[in-house]
């Protein structure tokens, strides 16, 4: 019974998310001159910073959500009659 | 087109982490409150030596990212009213470059000195009276004792409800009623037009839909969110086609604030509904000082006022961003300190219902 209260904490999939992240930031710190010689370009290239944007903030914005829920810091249940 | 790439920084660890902590302390103010954060990273990036115009294009290739995290996040909680933060976000658009036209003829008549001090007699005007008036309405709730009771609607609100205008009503879940969109089209618009001249269009988005539009604070700021990414994409590949936009300042100060923007849409779930006001108002109220004091450093460059002294004018600047981050870590620090009760009142019970189970079972 208790168990109902205990969801299942989502290391596996935090742990993934957590290395494609890293992985993301990795490949842009090591790869500044190329990264800023092209994102500077503007014009067509001005696409490039926007897609870049979405990427990191899907792979790392799932991670950080996950991370929170490890901690056990989530959200405040709705319960009855609140 | 090369010019704005050499003009990207070299960055070291020192700069990194100051960064990653910079954006993770505007994200859990923009989770909770629907935008912030943004008036302190801007002058955080140019200490560090980024031209003006790279640190406000790359502040806005964070913040849609960011906002959008955030908005999904609170649309969870069921406190996103997408369709009136789209028509709000569309028309923040276009006072997004109205506002950035009105900087641009500023500065050529009046130089940088004119444009900044414009920039902020609006910070001082806005902050005052709209940051004022959310203050002292959060005060006045909290001071009555019923801190637990709905929100209503402003005579305000209910007025601009009442009015049907046939062909442009539009039903708002947030408001659970039809308003006219030739209301939210201004508020919008002057929403775009405050984010283009300080940086944070929310101090007006939120108050507006709460005052205004008869909002409840926890949708107001949630909603801010969608409006936040519509003019931040907007914004952003605006300013990326002209190859302004370092990536790699923007993305780590993304790094930081997802996960502040995790945590303050988590707090929100904790909090009365008075303290989004109350957080947002302080804020406001903070910074107008900080503004306020950069001022007559202006006056004196346009030679309105006696010159002040090297030193002095140091000293004001130094001051002044210091009250800045001041009012974020104020913000930063009522909120955590909300999911820290809260998150330790929940605990409890769930403890008790879990020992009460346990009995039951023998």
């Known amino acids: 019974m208790?168990?109902?209260?205990?969801?299942k904490?989502?290391?596996?999939?935090?742990?993934?998310?957590?290395v494609a992240a890293a992985g993301l930031y990795g490949a842009l710190l090591s790869n500044q001159d190329v990264i800023n010689n092209y994102f500077g370009k503007g014009g067509m290239f001005a696409i490039l910073p926007i897609i870049t944007a979405f990427i990191f903030s899907f792979i790392h914005g799932t991670f950080t959500g996950n991370f929170w829920t490890i901690l056990g810091i989530e959200a405040k249940k709705k319960r009855e009659g609140k | 087109m090369h010019e704005a790439a050499l003009n990207f920084i070299?960055?070291?660890l020192i700069n990194i982490l100051y960064l990653f902590i910079v954006g993770f302390i505007g994200g859990l103010v923009s989770g909770f409150i629907g935008s912030g954060g943004a008036f302190v990273l801007t002058p955080a990036m140019m200490s560090l030596g980024v031209p003006g115009l790279v640190a406000v294009a790359s502040n806005m290739c964070h913040k849609f990212p960011k906002a959008l995290i955030g908005a999904i996040k609170r649309a969870k909680y069921g406190q996103v009213d997408v369709k009136l933060g789209?028509?709000?976000?569309?028309?923040?658009?276009?006072?997004?470059?109205?506002?950035?036209?009105?900087?641009?003829?500023?500065?050529?008549a009046f130089g940088d000195a004119g444009s900044n001090l414009y920039v902020s007699a609006a910070f001082v005007l806005v902050l005052a009276l709209v940051g004022g008036f959310v203050l002292l309405d959060a005060w006045k709730t909290y001071r009555s004792g019923n801190t637990d009771a709905e929100e209503k609607a402003t005579k305000l609100a209910k007025w601009i409800q009442s009015i049907n205008i046939p062909g442009t009503m539009v039903y708002f879940k947030s408001l659970n009623a039809k308003v006219s969109v030739l209301f939210t089209i201004p508020l919008g618009f002057a929403t775009g037009m405050l984010a283009a001249t300080i940086a944070v269009g929310g101090f007006v988005g939120v108050p507006s839909m709460i005052y205004v539009l008869g909002a409840p604070s926890l949708m107001a700021s949630a909603t801010e969110l969608v409006i936040a990414f519509v003019m931040g994409l907007g914004g952003s590949f605006k300013y990326a086609l002209s190859g302004l936009v370092d990536i790699r300042l923007a993305m780590i100060i993304l790094a930081g604030s997802l996960f502040g923007i995790q945590l303050g849409a988590i707090g929100t779930t904790y909090?009365?509904?008075f303290m989004i006001k109350l957080v947002m108002g302080a804020i406001m109220v903070i910074v107008l000082f900080s503004?306020?004091?950069m001022i007559p450093v202006y006056l004196s460059q346009l030679n309105l006022i006696q010159p002040l002294t090297e030193g002095a004018v140091k000293s004001l600047k130094a001051v002044s961003f210091v009250i800045m981050a001041f009012a974020l870590l104020i913000g930063a620090f009522i909120i955590l300190r909300a999911i820290w009760q809260g998150l330790k009142a929940e605990r409890e019970v769930v403890s008790r219902a879990k020992e009460a189970l346990g009995h039951g079972k023998i």
């Open chain 1, 2 to 7: 208790s168990d109902s209260y205990e969801k």
């Open chain 1, 9 to 18: 904490k989502p290391y596996g999939k935090t742990a993934i998310l957590g």
């Open chain 2, 10 to 12: 070299n960055l070291d």
């Open chain 2, 86 to 108: 789209i028509i709000m976000g569309i028309s923040a658009e276009a006072g997004v470059l109205y506002g950035a036209h009105i900087q641009e003829n500023i500065k050529k």
């Open chain 2, 271 to 273: 909090v009365k509904p």
């Open chain 2, 291 to 293: 503004r306020a004091l």
